[in-house]
Each structure stands twice: as structure tokens, then as C-alpha cells.
């Protein structure tokens, strides 16, 4: 696929100066509506016309005026002028002589006053010799201008060589609803052309399975020198660079006759001065590289050269390497593409499909049997003059019936099922006939559709059921985001009426429709309602905390939810924050119990998963990384980690994988078992390494995954649990306790249970007994063994992290540890402890006691420094609340860095609290 210079679309205040001109543009056309463009003196510039035809009548007034306000570099006083009147207006210059070789940049100063519903853009149609249109390109949209603006299209690169002519269109047209009045003022129209670089691979869609030869070319034209060397640049997602290197471009034998001028052909006849030379047969010039890609993940690839004017020509484009894997049959990961595949063909819109860790893909299936508006390829009849008079030109064809929509469906249908994916049919784009017959034919919502009887729309759509039912299960009515049916009247009985007509040849259809989270499910998703799915949406998108709130409340509700997930914006987050927040969304709606979970729109560069050239985006390897790892699985839970990072681990056929990240970066020193990789969310996989048979797991803020956890393991470390998990703040005393355990070990050939021995890591001082615990579970039993702890007097209160080794003896021997936490006292008192240095050098250390129960409590505090005197205090009766006691210390500096400990004695009671800390600055 081409990855040609992308289209900048810029409005400019009024400080820009007229003459600032794109760099390096040489002049190809210019209007700027002065006398010389209008030599009959009928205040229409001379060669341009004007569309006609529905919503765009001839009384709409367009013409050359003197009277708008001048800007101060303003070519001339005069302007083009359209005043609305309840409807649309397009003025489109002479075609102008143009080549494929360049780039093409379109600039006009606007004005426009009064409109709240119509827009004024630009547009540049490129047509071949014989006038038929190739590629059609338009600038941003401005409604209220406030002054005037420069507003500017392209850069543009065509992408047929046949290109030959140029045509500009200044538009004011209608949005949803029509302007009655309103007025847009043209000015300063200029077309520039520009050296031309571009860069494309030898793949479609740049998703590369991981042994495929990745070859980038870039190609040249229009430039002073020919001995032009390109810099080739290779990074990575973060733009960490991986590889340079310099290529001389070679030059291409480039041959033309020139434009062909065929009969009827009209090109502009440029006033002198009003083009510039005009070269269609320039200096070309090609050179390829292939870049030392290692593995999978996601790359850029950047190509520079200098222009004449030294300032640099860049582009870039993106690719992705992946390793070769469907997803699983019962994955509830999938896309939804409800305006097709755009801008891929079908063809390799299939291709890529199978590429990107998905099961399910929501697809358009209403069609038309002829295309819709004028197609590429289709002749650009020149509209009617003023005065009546019609450019003159060849008879077009008239449009033959398209290629059989339904057999691609088909072919696309049964590709997909040959790479495993189910195809849901998506109901949003009814025929242009059937759009016809609807007050508002442009952006209808599903329940606009669907609400007249089903003789409206139903002969239309049994082609597609008489074909594609007995293929496709599900239906749904509109896109994700289309909630139209929220507060519909009658919702059940509507539905009702379209389910019968779908089941009339594929009985069960299974239907849905677009809900927004914040409403109430409808009723028809109760019991046994027509209604089979939600597409679940909001607007802002819901956090992960909300999603899996959203989702608890949902459960039992006798239908399929199916959330639609989308991107934050790409412009306004950094890349870290993006995936992070994709992939907590991803874990919270599986962990949720989602039944299914689609990327909505996945083509978009802001945010999608795909650029707007069907390229890879930056978050397309996180997203399929993590849905081909939790697709299908079956949530366990967490484990608890030596460092404390978080995790969520999700088994699927004995093996399991975890989902972890730490705030701060951290090692995470654990046995999971003997097949662990950790693969990063690009789909970088490494093995880790081992540190007394245990594997060493980096951990950082983003999310990486480790596969190959042993899943008897990681369910025994998760079901593990001491019966008490705080011990009474007494010291001197025996404190019962256990843990319990369950064997989830399959069984072993010709005998059956786990036999082993758990020991008891404990701090030093403690007093465990038993500190080995032997043990033996018949197949999946689970049982509780006791052991009990003495505290001695210089025991430290709070948070302590506690070890369990296991030795088992199940399938075959295996050897790791539980990992768990006990807090020495209750909760229901606590002492926390801050230090720091006073201006005058004392050490203060800051106690503040908190008591949570209702009963009074007195406690007799000491603080034991080192090499300094004991220091006491008492608290006398606190009641629910809190105390603060303060500790000075002199030269206090001497004690930073050691540790200090403080005791609190509880009166008349045998509770005490120790508890050793760090003094710092």
C-alpha cells in the first residue's frame, strides 16, 4: 500500500500573509477574481461553472463582488460571493493542466457570515485525459469564520499515474440541517505544485507475519537534483531509533507524450501569469530498503530528503510484525466495522482480519446494487455555465450494474470462517432507492430505519436474508454507537416485527441493537424478548472502574452484553497512558463477565487501532496481544507477588497467563512454572531469567504478560489462605491458627492425591509451631491444617510479609512458595509514625495514635533511640478519634538513617504495640 504525503488541512488566522505560500510550491494556478477573470463584465469569473441539480439550485446567487470588507493583503478588492437561500451552492474552476509526478497544495482566504448549518470547504478533483475522476480530496469544514481565514487542502500526491487535469470546487453546502440564509466570500484561489516523495511496502495492509521479507521503496519526482540520496530511519513504538542508513536514488526513464486532448477536452486558458510552468514528465527517481525488523512488534519507518530550498522532505509509515495465531474459537474479543473495511478492499481487508487476535467481526450486509454517488472511474461532467451554455464534452456511459455485491460477501464470509471468525451482520446502510423514501436520506439511525412497516424496507434487505441468514446468526440494528432505539415507544413490539421478518429464512436470528450505559436495559431484554444482544456504548468512554460497575449491575439480565470499546484520543494522551488505559479496559470487561467485547471503528488514526490508510496504529499489537491471551480464558483471580505488583491471571486448557504491572519498576522473584515467557504488549516475547529455580519477572507501569504459568499452581497459591490473617498485639502468648488448602493437581498415573510439606517462613523472632507442616490431599480435596505462633516482648507490631515453601509430590515433583501477609495487632487501634529535622536541628518524631472502637483506651508510650536517653509519654482515656504526641530529639542529624523504636504498653491489658522505624530528613 502507498503511504503518500498525508493531507494537512489548516485554517490560518488573518495575521498569515497572503503571499505566505506553501514552501517549495511553484505556481501551477491563481485566481484571485480580478478584472482580467472577468473580461465580459457579467460578475462570473470567466471559465468556472457552477453545480446544478438537486439541493443545488440556480437561484442560489454566486458572483464576483467588490463590496466584502478588503483584507490588508488582499490581491484585489473583488471576491467570490454566495448568498444561500435554503440550500447549497458549489463553484468549480476550469480543469487545469496538471501531472502525476507532484504534490499538490490548494490555498483560498474564506469569509463566511451567518451560517449555523451549512459549511464552506474546498475540494480538488483529479481527473485523466479523457476527464474521468480518479481521486477526490477536500479540505476541514468551517462554519463560523469569524474573519477572514486561510484555509488550505493538501498537501495531496495522486496515486494514478494517469493523472492529467485538476479541478478546484468552493463549496457551501448543508450539514444535517439547511442554512435559509447565509453567505460565503472566496478569495486568493491558489494551486501549488510540490517535489513528490512517497513511501510504500510490499503488503497491503504492513501486518507481517513474522517470517515474510518486509521490503520499503520510496519513490521521487520533481526534484532540482538528481543524484538525491534518501535517509531511511527505523524506530520503534516509543521512537527508540533501531537503524539508519543512507540510499542514492536511481533514476527512473520516465516517458510521456504530454496530456492528451481528446475531443470536447476544455482546459483553462490561463491570462498571463495566472500559472506556472507546467513540467508533466519530471526527474523520477526509486530506491528500496529492507529494514533489519527483529521480531515481532510495532515499527515506523521514516525516509528524509532535502528539497532545493534545503528545508527536509519526510514521511513515514507503519508497520507490525506478528507471530502467526488465530484466536480462540470462543473468543469474545472482535472489531466492528460498520462503514465496511474502508480504506482496504475486501480482499486483503480478509487477510488482515485473521491478523488481529479477534473471533467475531461485525460487518455491514444491506448493500446496493449500484454504487452510490459518482465512483471513481466515473466521467466529471463539467456542470452547466451561466447563460445557459454547457461545457462541451463527450457523452459519459451510463453506469452498468455493479460487480455481485453478495458473491464477495460470500467469498469474504467463507474466509473468514476459514480463519475461525463469525461474521454478525450489521444493518445500517439501506440502498440509496430506500434512502429515498425517507424525509432525511443522509445518516439515518436504526430506529428511522426500521420504524415504518416492513414493506418499506424489507424487499430490499431479502436478498441479503435469502443468501447470507442460513450463514450469519447475528443481526444487529444500527452501529455500536447508535442508540436511536433508547426511549423508542413500544420497543418490544418493534422488535418483535423485525426478528419475524429476519427469521422468515434464517429461523433463530439472534438480534441487537446499539444501548447506551447509562439507561436502563429495555424491557425487551428480559425473560424471552426479541432482543438477543446490547452493544453497549457511552460517550465519553466509561473508565475501567465504571465499566466493571456497569457490568456487575448488568448480570443475570437474560441477554448478551457486548461492550464497544474505542481509544482515548491520540493527540491528547501520551502512547503509555493509551494502552494502559486499553488494556485495563480489555481485562475489566472480560474479568466482568462480558460476553462480548468489540473495538468499535478499529480504522482511524486518533482513535482506532488502524490509521486512516488501513496501516497498522500503534495500539493495534497491544490490543491483539492481550485478546488472543485472555480470549476464551476463565478468570482465576490474583496472585499475591513477593513485591507486591498487581495481576490477574486467566487459565484456558491447563495453562494459564497473568496480566501484571507496578507502578514503579520491580523484579518479581517467583517459581510459575517450567514453559514461562513474559511477552511484552507489542508481542515481544523473551524467556526470563532463573534465579534459584526461580524466574525473574520485570516489572514496570505498563502491563506485560506472562504466559506458561503452571495452572495447578497458580490455583493453589490463589486458594491458600491462613484462617487468621491478624494476631492479637499480645506478646508472650500462644495464638492459634491454620491455613487451608486444596489440591488441584489432576491425578497421577496409577495413584491419585498430593503429598508435601509446607513450611513457614516467619520473621525471626517469632515462634511457630509446627514451622513444617506435612501434608496429603486426595484429588481436589481441601483441608485445613493448624499451627499456632508466640510473640516474644520485642516482636514488631503492624504488617509483616509471610513465606510458605512448598515440597509437593503430584504428576511430578514440584517446588514454589505462597506468598501472604499478617498484621500483628487487630486494626482497631494504630499508631503511625512520621520524622523529620526542626529548624533547630531536633529530630521530631510525630505519633499519632488512632482508636477505632467505641471503648476508651490508655496506652504508656516509650521511644528508645540509640545512644540517647528513653523517652515516655501517656495517653489517658482516648476515645474514638485520634492522638498526637511529639518527640524532640537534640542533634537530631546524628539519628538519620538508624532506626528508633518506639513501645506502647496498654494500661490494665497485656496488649503492646513495638514498632521499629527508619529516622529520616
Given at each position: 500500500?502507498?503511504?503518500?504525503?498525508?493531507?494537512?488541512?489548516?485554517?490560518?488566522?488573518?495575521?498569515?500573509?497572503?503571499?505566505?505560500?506553501?514552501?517549495?510550491?511553484?505556481?501551477?494556478?491563481?485566481?484571485?477574481?480580478?478584472?482580467?477573470?472577468?473580461?465580459?463584465?457579467?460578475?462570473?469569473?470567466?471559465?468556472?461553472?457552477?453545480?446544478?441539480?438537486?439541493?443545488?439550485?440556480?437561484?442560489?446567487?454566486?458572483?464576483?463582488?467588490?463590496?466584502?470588507?478588503?483584507?490588508?493583503?488582499?490581491?484585489?478588492?473583488?471576491?467570490?460571493?454566495?448568498?444561500?437561500?435554503g440550500s447549497g451552492a458549489v463553484a468549480y474552476s476550469p480543469p487545469i493542466e496538471i501531472g502525476p509526478f507532484y504534490g499538490y497544495v490548494v490555498q483560498s482566504y474564506l469569509r463566511t457570515e451567518g451560517l449555523e448549518h451549512n459549511r464552506a470547504f474546498l475540494s480538488l478533483t483529479l481527473l485523466d485525459a479523457d476527464r474521468c475522476r480518479l481521486e477526490t480530496y477536500y479540505s476541514q469544514t468551517i462554519g463560523n469564520s469569524q474573519g477572514w481565514k486561510k484555509l488550505r487542502l493538501g498537501p495531496v500526491s495522486p496515486r494514478s499515474e494517469n493523472v492529467r487535469q485538476a479541478v478546484i470546487g468552493l463549496h457551501l453546502e448543508p450539514g444535517n440541517r439547511v442554512d435559509m440564509h447565509g453567505t460565503a466570500l472566496f478569495d486568493?484561489?491558489?494551486?501549488?505544485?510540490?517535489?513528490?516523495?512517497?513511501?510504500?511496502?510490499?503488503?497491503?495492509?504492513?501486518?507481517?507475519?513474522?517470517?515474510?521479507?518486509?521490503?520499503?521503496?520510496?519513490?521521487?519526482?520533481?526534484?532540482?537534483?538528481?543524484?538525491?540520496?534518501?535517509?531511511?530511519?527505523?524506530?520503534?513504538?516509543?521512537?527508540?531509533?533501531?537503524?539508519?542508513?543512507?540510499?542514492?536514488?536511481?533514476?527512473?526513464?520516465?516517458?510521456?507524450?504530454?496530456?492528451?486532448?481528446?475531443?470536447?477536452?476544455?482546459?483553462?486558458?490561463?491570462?498571463?501569469?495566472?500559472?506556472?510552468?507546467?513540467?508533466?514528465?519530471?526527474?523520477?527517481?526509486?530506491?528500496?530498503?529492507?529494514?533489519?525488523?527483529?521480531?515481532?512488534?510495532?515499527?515506523?519507518?521514516?525516509?528524509?530528503m532535502k528539497g532545493h530550498e534545503a528545508s527536509p522532505h519526510r514521511h513515514e509509515l507503519t508497520l507490525a510484525v506478528v507471530q502467526p495465531r488465530r484466536a480462540s474459537p470462543d473468543s469474545e474479543f472482535g472489531w466492528t466495522l460498520s462503514h465496511?473495511?474502508?480504506?482496504?478492499?475486501?480482499?486483503?481487508?480478509?487477510?488482515?482480519?485473521?491478523?488481529?487476535?479477534?473471533?467475531?467481526?461485525?460487518y455491514p450486509l444491506w448493500y446496493d446494487e449500484k454504487p452510490d454517488g459518482a465512483e471513481k472511474g466515473t466521467r466529471f461532467n463539467l456542470p452547466e455555465r451561466p447563460g445557459g451554455c454547457f461545457?462541451?464534452?463527450?457523452?459519459?456511459?451510463?453506469?452498468?450494474?455493479?460487480?455481485?455485491?453478495?458473491?464477495?460477501?460470500?467469498?469474504?464470509?467463507e474466509c473468514l470462517d476459514e480463519q475461525g471468525i463469525e461474521l454478525v451482520g450489521i444493518l445500517n446502510r439501506p440502498p440509496r432507492e430506500l434512502r429515498k423514501q425517507y424525509a432525511k436520506s443522509k445518516s439515518l439511525l436504526a430506529a428511522e430505519i426500521f420504524s415504518p412497516d416492513p414493506e418499506v424496507w424489507y424487499p430490499s434487505l431479502e436478498p441479503v436474508m435469502t443468501r447470507l441468514a442460513t450463514r450469519v446468526r447475528y443481526w444487529q440494528l444500527g452501529q455500536d454507537m447508535d442508540t436511536s432505539f433508547v426511549g423508542y415507544l413500544n420497543l418490544s413490539e418493534k422488535l418483535t416485527q423485525v426478528k419475524a421478518e429476519l427469521d422468515r429464512i434464517g429461523q433463530g436470528v439472534k438480534l441487537g441493537i446499539g444501548w447506551g450505559w447509562m439507561n436502563e436495559l429495555p424491557e425487551a431484554a428480559g425473560g424471552k424478548g426479541p432482543c438477543g444482544f446490547l452493544a453497549l456504548s457511552a460517550e465519553p468512554p466509561l473508565t475501567h472502574k465504571e465499566l466493571g460497575t456497569h457490568l456487575d449491575a448488568t448480570k443475570g439480565a437474560n441477554l448478551q452484553r457486548w461492550v464497544a470499546l474505542v481509544a482515548l484520543p491520540r493527540g491528547q494522551h501520551p502512547l503509555e497512558t493509551r494502552t494502559v488505559d486499553l488494556v485495563r479496559r480489555m481485562m475489566t470487561a472480560k474479568i466482568h463477565g462480558a460476553e462480548g467485547i468489540y473495538f468499535a471503528e478499529p480504522f482511524g488514526t486518533s482513535r482506532g487501532l488502524m490509521n486512516d490508510d488501513g496501516t497498522p496504529g500503534e495500539l493495534l499489537l497491544p490490543w491483539r496481544t492481550v485478546a488472543l491471551a485472555l480470549g476464551g480464558t476463565e478468570y482465576l483471580g490474583s496472585i499475591t507477588l513477593p513485591r507486591g505488583s498487581q495481576n490477574h491471571v486467566f487459565a484456558r486448557s491447563g495453562s494459564a497467563v497473568m496480566v501484571v504491572w507496578n507502578e514503579k519498576p520491580t523484579e518479581e522473584v517467583i517459581y510459575l512454572g517450567e514453559q514461562v515467557r513474559q511477552v511484552d504488549l507489542w508481542g515481544r516475547g523473551t524467556v526470563p531469567a532463573v534465579r534459584e529455580h526461580r524466574q525473574v519477572i520485570e516489572v514496570g507501569p505498563l502491563p506485560s504478560l506472562v504466559a506458561g504459568l503452571n495452572e495447578p499452581i497458580a490455583r493453589w497459591r490463589m486458594d491458600f489462605a491462613f484462617t487468621h490473617d491478624r494476631i492479637p498485639s499480645i506478646f508472650g502468648q500462644r495464638h492459634q491458627?491454620?491455613?487451608?488448602?486444596?489440591?488441584?493437581?489432576?491425578?497421577?498415573?496409577?495413584?491419585?492425591?498430593?503429598?508435601?510439606?509446607?513450611?513457614?517462613?516467619?520473621?525471626?523472632?517469632?515462634?511457630?509451631?509446627?514451622?513444617?507442616?506435612?501434608?496429603?490431599?486426595?484429588?481436589?480435596?481441601?483441608?485445613?491444617?493448624?499451627?499456632?505462633?508466640?510473640?516474644?516482648?520485642?516482636?514488631?507490631?503492624?504488617?509483616?510479609?509471610?513465606?510458605?515453601?512448598?515440597?509437593?509430590?503430584?504428576?511430578?515433583?514440584?517446588?514454589?512458595?505462597?506468598?501472604?501477609?499478617?498484621?500483628?495487632?487487630?486494626?482497631?487501634?494504630?499508631?503511625?509514625?512520621?520524622?523529620?529535622?526542626?529548624?533547630?536541628?531536633?529530630?521530631?518524631?510525630?505519633?499519632?495514635?488512632?482508636?477505632?472502637?467505641?471503648?476508651?483506651?490508655?496506652?504508656?508510650?516509650?521511644?528508645?533511640?540509640?545512644?540517647?536517653?528513653?523517652?515516655?509519654?501517656?495517653?489517658i482515656g482516648l476515645k474514638q478519634g485520634s492522638d498526637l504526641k511529639t518527640y524532640r530529639i537534640p542533634k537530631g542529624k546524628e539519628l538519620i538513617g538508624k532506626t528508633l523504636w518506639l513501645r506502647a504498653e496498654e494500661m490494665d491489658s497485656p496488649r503492646m504495640f513495638n514498632y521499629r522505624f527508619t529516622a529520616a530528613e
Open positions: 500500500m502507498n503511504v503518500l504525503l498525508p493531507i494537512l488541512i489548516v485554517a490560518i488566522g488573518l495575521d498569515a500573509s497572503t503571499q505566505d505560500r506553501y514552501p517549495e510550491a511553484t505556481q501551477v494556478f491563481h485566481c484571485e477574481f480580478g478584472r482580467s477573470w472577468d473580461e465580459n463584465y457579467d460578475d462570473w469569473p470567466d471559465g468556472w461553472t457552477r453545480r446544478r441539480g438537486p439541493g443545488f439550485p440556480r437561484y442560489v446567487k454566486i458572483h464576483i463582488t467588490g463590496e466584502a470588507p478588503r483584507r490588508e493583503s488582499a490581491a484585489g478588492p473583488r471576491c467570490l460571493r454566495i448568498d444561500l437561500d486568493d484561489i491558489y494551486l501549488g505544485r510540490l517535489p513528490r516523495m512517497s513511501l510504500s511496502a510490499n503488503s497491503p495492509h504492513h501486518v507481517y507475519c513474522r517470517s515474510d521479507k518486509v521490503e520499503i521503496t520510496c519513490r521521487a519526482s520533481g526534484f532540482a537534483n538528481k543524484n538525491q540520496v534518501v535517509t531511511f530511519l527505523l524506530e520503534d513504538a516509543w521512537g527508540h531509533r533501531l537503524a539508519r542508513v543512507e540510499r542514492l536514488l536511481k533514476t527512473n526513464a520516465v516517458t510521456s507524450s504530454g496530456p492528451k486532448k481528446g475531443p470536447g477536452l476544455i482546459c483553462a486558458k490561463h491570462p498571463p501569469g495566472r500559472s506556472g510552468k507546467l513540467n508533466l514528465v519530471p526527474f523520477s527517481a526509486t530506491t528500496t530498503w529492507e529494514p533489519p525488523v527483529a521480531g515481532p512488534g510495532f515499527y515506523r519507518v521514516r525516509a528524509m465496511g473495511g474502508k480504506p482496504l478492499p475486501i480482499t486483503p481487508l480478509g487477510q488482515l482480519i485473521g491478523q488481529v487476535g479477534i473471533s467475531r467481526l461485525k461545457a462541451q464534452i463527450k457523452p459519459g456511459p451510463f453506469f452498468g450494474p455493479a460487480p455481485d455485491v453478495v458473491e464477495k460477501l460470500i467469498a469474504f464470509g491458627n491454620g491455613f487451608c488448602l486444596k489440591n488441584h493437581f489432576p491425578p497421577r498415573h496409577l495413584e491419585s492425591g498430593a503429598v508435601g510439606r509446607a513450611k513457614l517462613i516467619t520473621p525471626d523472632v517469632w515462634k511457630v509451631d509446627p514451622k513444617e507442616v506435612p501434608f496429603q490431599l486426595a484429588d481436589g480435596e481441601r483441608r485445613k491444617y493448624n499451627f499456632e505462633i508466640m510473640l516474644p516482648y520485642n516482636a514488631s507490631s503492624g504488617r509483616h510479609e509471610i513465606r510458605v515453601d512448598f515440597d509437593i509430590k503430584a504428576q511430578k515433583e514440584y517446588r514454589f512458595s505462597v506468598y501472604r501477609r499478617m498484621d500483628v495487632g487487630l486494626g482497631d487501634v494504630r499508631f503511625d509514625i512520621v520524622t523529620q529535622l526542626s529548624d533547630a536541628g531536633e529530630l521530631e518524631v510525630r505519633q499519632r495514635m488512632v482508636n477505632k472502637t467505641d471503648k476508651p483506651v490508655s496506652f504508656r508510650c516509650q521511644l528508645f533511640a540509640p545512644d540517647r536517653q528513653r523517652m515516655k509519654t501517656q495517653i
